[in-house]
């Protein structure tokens, strides 16, 4: 079996920039001011956008179309507000999931799923932030737990 993480194609960040919101993958300059505010970072550091960009100027075309890392982002665009080249991050991302789709390593209708993941995972902060505010300041953050059958009546619903 391949070691995609071995492997390099010496096209990929001319592919990846010569889609809408790629150009400027070219300029960074690998800070991690990005990475330092991702929310995603935050909670799972294997998530990071500075190694991406990394590993696509390297030219690790299949281990970065075939990672599960690819789907993390919420395309929240945190990055770009900090990012001093201005790189949209979020574009990128967004360039990576269609490449990786046209390039079979995902099915196409997973573009469409993680749409709804991310809708889901919004509207469950609203829940969980409602309870919050509800709470009895008093009875800490056990009281977050009001929301529970809300949130798994909504897992319950949905199709994704
Ligand atoms: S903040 Fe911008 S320049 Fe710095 S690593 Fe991230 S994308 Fe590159
Ligand atoms: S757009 Fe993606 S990489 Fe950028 S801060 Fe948001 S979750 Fe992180």
């Not at 799923?113 to 889901?120: A, M, N, P």
């Not at 609203?126 to 309870?131: F, G, M, S, T």
């Not at 008093?138 to 929301?147: L, P, R, V, Y």
Request: charged letters at 25%; aromatic letters at 8%.
């Amino acid at each position: 079996m391949a070691d995609w993480n071995r492997t390099y194609d010496a096209n990929f960040k001319y592919d990846v920039a010569a889609r809408p919101g790629g150009d400027q993958i070219k300029v960074c300059f690998s800070c991690g001011t990005c990475t330092a505010g991702c929310p995603v970072t935050d909670v799972d550091e294997r998530f990071s956008p500075r190694r991406i960009i990394r590993q696509v100027l390297l030219g690790q075309r299949a281990a970065v179309l075939s990672s599960e890392l690819l789907w993390y982002c919420e395309r929240c665009y945190a990055c770009t507000a900090f990012c001093p080249q201005n790189v949209k991050f979020g574009d990128i991302m967004g360039a990576l999931r269609e490449m990786a789709v046209d390039e079979g390593y995902w099915p196409p209708e997973f573009i469409q799923r993680i749409r709804g993941v991310d809708r889901l995972a919004h509207s469950i902060r609203l829940d969980l932030v409602r309870a919050a505010l509800g709470s009895d300041a008093d009875a800490g953050s056990a009281s977050i737990e009001t929301a529970a059958p809300i949130i798994e009546e909504k897992i319950k619903g949905t199709s994704v």
